[in-house]
């Protein structure tokens, strides 16, 4: 009984930690503490314009409070379903083509031997993430462009008759927004399944070879069902960005002739604050894309937890 009351309070120390004992671990923890604070907590209560006709000159305190005008003002604007609408059709375009082309490629990664040639080309195509869409941008312009090469070279192999515009052009402008957006990062999200594909037991492989079973029967029946955690946790953690279509893609690639089907929440709350000075409409869509993704991120985690037994938290 001593030695077992002994183990019990032994636990029991080891469970209570003071402060003073971890008083480092907190300092240097500290200043991302700070930061978190000054740059999402503090904004955090700029969402009072949303219920306020807000005059910057009369501040938070001073402006008039004028409850749920603003988004039943929103809900009456007849643009509000066209961002909406183009903002979670590029949004789920991106994710979805991102996440099977990434799968895809990490597959096909894992099947090659020659460790050269696998290294040159996970660089070659991770690089692209590094690239601000402010050099892209300029670079898929001249490329798109009705005198660019794309254009005369469609038209000099007869497939062309004339140049398409493809950025002035509401019915291309989403296609070219998503397939340029999946040609940039689908190197750089292959990474998490090149990680997870490295964790399989070879001697699965090795077992199905014995048995019969060719490449394709292998990556079927064992590399995507090895991988499934993986997959459903990046599809639960893309879910939050269901509604971010892309602020810096669009902004340096669209125009007003494309407002029609590239305009998305970010861009128009960005026109409606900085052009029209219209702070508490734009807050109010703002506040509302907020609650759409934090009720996809809830459904999400509960759909993974259901799904594939796994929890984020």
Known sequence: MGKVAG???????????????????HLLMLPGFIILFIYT???????IMAFQNYQPIMGFLKSKWVGLANFKHMLLL???????RNSFTIAVGKLVLTM???????????EITSVKFKKSVQTICFL?????????????????????????????????????????????????????DVWKEFGYGAIIFI????GINPELYEAASVDGAGRLAKIWHITLPSIRVTIVM?????????????????????????YQSGDIID???????????????????????????????????????????????
């Open 7 to 25: 183990r019990k309070r032994r636990r029991k120390e080891g469970r209570h930690v003071t402060i003073r004992q971890t008083y480092q671990y």
């Open 41 to 47: 907590i503090i904004p955090f209560f700029g969402n």
């Open 78 to 84: 007849p643009d509000t379903a066209r961002i909406f």
């Open 100 to 110: 099977v082309l990434s799968i895809f490629f990490a597959i096909l990664l894992n």
């Open 128 to 180: 692209p993430h590094f690239l601000s869409w402010v050099i892209l941008a300029t670079i898929f312009k001249n490329l798109l462009d009705t005198g660019g090469i794309l254009n005369q070279g469609l038209m000099s192999l007869g497939i062309l008759k004339e140049p398409l515009m493809f950025l002035g052009s509401n019915k291309l402008f989403q296609g070219v927004v998503i397939s340029t």
């Open 195 to 198: 990680a997870a594909l490295m």
């Open 234 to 258: 990046v599809a639960t953690l893309n879910i939050a960005n269901i509604l971010n279509a892309g602020f810096d893609q669009i902004y340096n690639m669209y125009s007003p002739v494309v």
């Open 267 to 313: 861009t128009y709350v960005y026109r409606l604050s900085f052009v029209n000075a219209q702070y508490s409409l734009a807050t109010a869509i703002g506040l509302l894309k907020s609650a759409i993704s934090f009720i996809m991120i809830v459904t999400a985690h509960k759909m993974a937890k259901k799904f594939a037994n796994y929890q984020i938290f």
